[in-house]
């Protein structure tokens, strides 16, 4: 593609799915952990508290997010089947009840009712296209990939590990937790900026502002569970 | 609706936006507080610590899903509102490429060339429907709803907080974390389960088996915790 054409190009970024996993438990993971340790810092004499505390956070959170994304991955393969399962007896039982929500589905597209019909009556003469059909474009389900699921649960935990042992490092080093904090913001915050960066980067936003967000959401969760964790600790 | 009638229904059941996000944010609420307790309890000998770790991480983790969750619904208004300026301004420059695009659309659904011409001739005498049409079939992007991001964010980050409480709430009580964490197990195990039995309910899917799998997510996340934290502390 040459630079002349490509201005008349689509260019609607979609980010591959293990690059969405990623983002989605490394996102969490700089965040939790590193507001956990911040709160944590304000109201214990020692890091090694916080380590547990914190790797206590990391492996809860990993299995909370990467078990939960497995089981919903897998609900989702097994809602497709059983839609398509009643879709496709329907279509037998019930023929021109079916036709009658191709053709609403189409109307609401904005074509003529003579289209509608003809489109409708087409459509029914493949039985694997309208059920196809019926399952897109009706109940907006698109086919899961089965395999799916587990290698999501592993990206998605393994981002989180791998996001929470940023924030987390420092206070492996550094006895006073006042002070591991102050490594932990600096280090966590550069990250998550440059975070912030690629993943407006992967979903086509603007990567600066992204990046601000970003970081100003891993701010604002670090500030305020220092503050209440002092308020309930004093 | 009566019974005769309704065996001819169709059962898509779709649940509302909200309670989508009290799903999301007390999934979540319920198994890392939970866990990172239960992780605690190994380690620390007073229920206090575990207490101001609990809500440090639910502070943490509530603004983390529900600022995470606003700005997330802010960014998909932008990028609905910059892809249908783009659809708007090649339906003007570029009209018989994006024709040609809406005859893939039709082509894909199993249309014969013939008719993919004519319903993309019809679609395109109207250039509002006409853009409505690609933003949906073409990119898949259904119109966001603007007011969503806040509302959204409040129900989320409070639906974490009020499952977070739970599991923490014996560690206010009982000053030695053994025998707190015995009360959380109950109590939280108890509460997962009959999340999980409605969570299941209002998505369709089978309740008990999907209670079990909530309870089990939570009690491998705790037993996890429990564990790993131990063997950092030991």
Not at 133 to 156: V, W, Y
Not at 221 to 233: E, P
Request: proline share 4%; with cysteine.
């Amino acid at each position: 593609m040459t630079g002349r054409t490509s201005a008349h190009q689509e260019q609607h970024l979609r980010s591959s799915a293990m690059i969405a996993d990623v983002v989605i438990g490394m996102s969490d993971g700089l965040t939790v952990p590193f507001a956990l340790a911040a709160g944590l810092s304000g109201a214990v004499a020692n890091s090694s508290l916080v380590v547990t505390a914190g790797i206590a956070e990391i492996v809860a959170g990993s299995i909370a997010m990467g078990l939960g994304g497995y089981l919903a991955g897998r609900t989702e393969v097994d809602h497709y089947e059983s839609e398509r399962r009643r879709e496709a007896a329907e279509v037998e039982s019930v023929p021109e009840r079916e036709k009658e929500e191709v053709r609403a589905v189409f109307a609401e597209m904005g074509l003529s009712p003579a289209l509608q019909q003809t489109v409708a009556d087409e459509l029914a003469n493949d039985k694997d296209k309208w059920i196809d059909f019926m399952m897109k474009h009706e109940l907006g389900l698109d086919e899961p990939d089965p395999n799916r699921a587990t290698q999501s649960a592993i990206t998605i935990g393994a981002s989180y590990v791998a996001g929470g042992l940023v924030p987390l490092a420092p206070y492996f080093f550094v006895a006073q937790p006042h002070q591991a904090l102050l490594y932990s913001c600096a280090v966590t915050l550069v990250c998550l900026f440059v975070f912030g960066y690629f993943k407006a980067k992967v979903t086509g936003q603007p990567p600066v502002s992204g990046a601000i967000k970003v970081a100003l959401i891993g701010a604002a969760a670090a500030a305020a569970a220092f503050g209440v964790a002092r308020l309930f600790n004093g």
